[in-house]
């Protein structure tokens, strides 16, 4: 194998064996920051060695029991773990010269525990919003600073700095690394769905730059929401983020046009929906709705979506449902950007003067000045009643709010075929 070869083969074991790697060694030393420094240096050695010895054959067991041996290093040479050091290499089970059968052993290893303990330690509510993401996407995802300063078009030095902050936090504060339970786990879980939540949406649908979809970040969302889906069986609310986030990435491929631009729900063509993900979204919502209680905030956006992704034309959508599901969605979860979607589907599902009422009941929340998609589903509703001079005025200061260039161009386009049609008119 090339060395050009080998280099891409560590590069897609590390994506897909970073995050057990990280578990793995974190439950052992307890520090989520020592146990990346250990599964960095186990990638260290693997760059260095594999080139010419080949990528073995249980490459994941490789760099486990590599960086294992590290942490049994890194123990006996510090005075202060001493007294640690006999429980930690009862812990790990490996002797320092490791036979090939005690490879295999490792990869064997249960890591489900682990990789939620992960999950919950970096989604820890001591930690800022913007520091779960960055530390989920860093030891969860495998993304390196600069991608994921690239995903959010934040510069590099401040997704370190996060990091680093959220690690040294985590130390500091003792946080346990294990899976709580109880109440504690429910207490804890809207913090975790949170941040997988926010993560799909910034790939969605970009809030800022020259790209609507990130189709990487999607993906990343998708990967951890199964992970925590399999991993907690029995939380609904996992079911019901994992269903949405399915359906909701089944539409990827027809949300651009050929140049990139966005198509808006309604306008695009269903025959691009993905069949897969649809039925995978589905079931998903089937296991949150057999759960125990009434739908929560994300099995009921999941609703939502399947009401889309049941009909087959855009004529076919029960709106009428969808307002419905809203109502009970401002009832459990509410906020003004659900009375903003709320006030979408009652203007179809009763018509725009229906739609235009509730927008004018919540236009002066604080939360939604300087928020584009308001004067932007304003702009619809009025193009509907054919206030076309009001709704081009609207899609333009959507469009000057907006930070997203594709978004900025589709608003820019609607206004001026709304002031086409009053000159025309």
Same mark, same amino acid.
């Given at each position: 194998?090339?060395?050009a070869?080998t280099?891409r083969?560590?590069?897609?074991?590390?994506?897909?064996?970073?995050a057990?790697?990280?578990?793995?060694l974190a439950?052992?030393?307890?520090?989520v920051?020592l146990?990346?420094?250990?599964?960095?240096?186990?990638?260290v050695?693997a760059?260095?060695?594999w080139?010419?010895?080949?990528?073995p054959?249980?490459?994941?067991?490789?760099?486990m029991?590599t960086?294992k041996?590290?942490?049994i290093?890194?123990?006996?040479?510090?005075?202060?773990l001493?007294?640690k050091?006999?429980?930690l290499?009862?812990?790990?089970?490996?002797r320092m010269?490791?036979?090939?059968?005690?490879?295999?052993?490792a990869?064997d290893?249960?890591?489900g525990?682990?990789?939620?303990?992960?999950i919950?330690?970096?989604?820890?509510?001591?930690l800022?919003?913007e520091?779960?993401?960055?530390?989920?996407?860093r030891?969860?995802g495998?993304?390196?600073t600069?991608e994921?300063?690239?995903?959010?078009?934040v510069?590099?030095?401040?997704?370190?700095?996060?990091?680093?902050?959220?690690?040294?936090?985590?130390?500091?504060a003792?946080?346990?690394f294990?899976?709580p339970?109880?109440?504690?786990?429910?207490?804890?879980l809207?913090?975790?769905?949170?941040v997988?939540?926010?993560?799909f949406?910034?790939?969605y649908?970009a809030?800022?730059?020259?790209?609507?979809?990130?189709p990487?970040?999607c993906?990343?969302?998708?990967?951890?929401?199964?992970i925590l889906a $399999? !991993?907690?069986?029995?939380?609904?609310?996992?079911? #019901? &983020?994992?269903? =949405?986030?399915? +359906?909701? *990435?089944?539409?990827?491929?027809a949300?651009?046009?050929?140049?990139?631009?966005p198509?808006?729900?309604?306008?695009?063509?269903?025959s691009r929906?993905?069949p897969?993900?649809?039925?995978?979204g589905?079931?998903?919502?089937?296991?949150a709705?057999?759960?125990?209680?009434?739908?929560?905030?994300?099995?009921?956006?999941a609703a939502?979506?399947?009401?889309h992704?049941?009909?087959?034309?855009p004529?076919?959508?029960d709106?009428?449902?969808?307002a419905?599901?809203?109502?009970?969605?401002?009832?459990?979860?509410?906020?003004?950007?659900?009375?903003?979607?709320?006030?979408? $589907? !009652?203007?179809?599902?009763?018509?725009?003067?229906? #739609? &235009?009422?509730? =927008?004018?009941? +919540?236009? *002066?929340?604080?939360a939604l000045?300087?928020?584009?998609?308001?004067?932007?589903?304003?702009g619809?509703?009025?193009?509907?009643?054919?206030?076309?001079?009001?709704?081009?005025?609207?899609?333009?200061?959507?469009?000057?709010l907006?930070?997203?260039?594709?978004e900025?161009?589709?608003?820019?386009?609607?206004?001026?075929?709304?002031?086409?049609?009053?000159?025309?008119?």
């Amino acid at each position: 194998m090339s060395d050009a070869a080998t280099g891409r083969a560590i590069e897609a074991v590390w994506r897909i064996e970073s995050a057990r790697l990280v578990a793995g060694l974190a439950r052992m030393v307890r520090d989520v920051g020592l146990a990346e420094d250990l599964a960095q240096d186990a990638l260290v050695a693997a760059l260095e060695r594999w080139p010419r010895s080949g990528v073995p054959d249980n490459p994941g067991a490789w760099l486990m029991a590599t960086a294992k041996n590290r942490a049994i290093d890194l123990a006996r040479r510090n005075k202060t773990l001493e007294r640690k050091q006999e429980e930690l290499a009862r812990d790990v089970g490996l002797r320092m010269a490791l036979e090939r059968s005690e490879f295999e052993a490792a990869a064997d290893e249960e890591v489900g525990d682990d990789l939620l303990a992960l999950i919950f330690t970096c989604c820890h509510p001591l930690l800022s919003r913007e520091a779960r993401v960055a530390l989920t996407l860093r030891l969860l995802g495998g993304l390196t600073t600069p991608e994921i300063a690239s995903a959010f078009l934040v510069k590099e030095p401040t997704i370190a700095q996060r990091l680093v902050r959220a690690k040294r936090t985590l130390r500091d504060a003792g946080v346990p690394f294990e899976v709580p339970r109880g109440d504690e786990l429910d207490a804890r879980l809207p913090s975790v769905l949170e941040v997988i939540y926010l993560v799909f949406n910034e790939g969605y649908a970009a809030s800022a730059g020259e790209d609507w979809i990130r189709p990487a970040l999607c993906e990343e969302a998708l990967r951890l929401g199964r992970i925590l889906a $399999a !991993l907690a069986p029995g939380e609904p609310e996992a079911h #019901g &983020l994992i269903a =949405l986030l399915e +359906i909701q *990435a089944s539409r990827t491929a027809a949300r651009l046009g050929p140049g990139g631009e966005p198509v808006l729900l309604l306008d695009q063509d269903r025959s691009r929906w993905d069949p897969l993900l649809i039925g995978r979204g589905l079931a998903a919502l089937e296991r949150a709705e057999r759960a125990r209680g009434p739908l929560g905030p994300y099995g009921l956006q999941a609703a939502i979506a399947a009401c889309h992704a049941r009909a087959r034309e855009p004529g076919e959508t029960d709106w009428v449902r969808i307002a419905a599901l809203y109502d009970a969605l401002a009832q459990i979860a509410p906020s003004p950007i659900v009375e903003l979607n709320r006030a979408v $589907a !009652l203007g179809m599902a009763f018509g725009p003067e229906a #739609g &235009l009422e509730l =927008l004018d009941a +919540i236009s *002066a929340e604080p939360a939604l000045r300087g928020y584009h998609l308001l004067p932007s589903v304003r702009g619809d509703l009025l193009e509907k009643l054919g206030r076309r001079e009001e709704a081009a005025a609207e899609f333009e200061r959507a469009a000057a709010l907006t930070e997203n260039a594709r978004e900025r161009e589709l608003l820019s386009r609607r206004a001026g075929a709304c002031r086409r049609a009053q000159g025309g008119g």
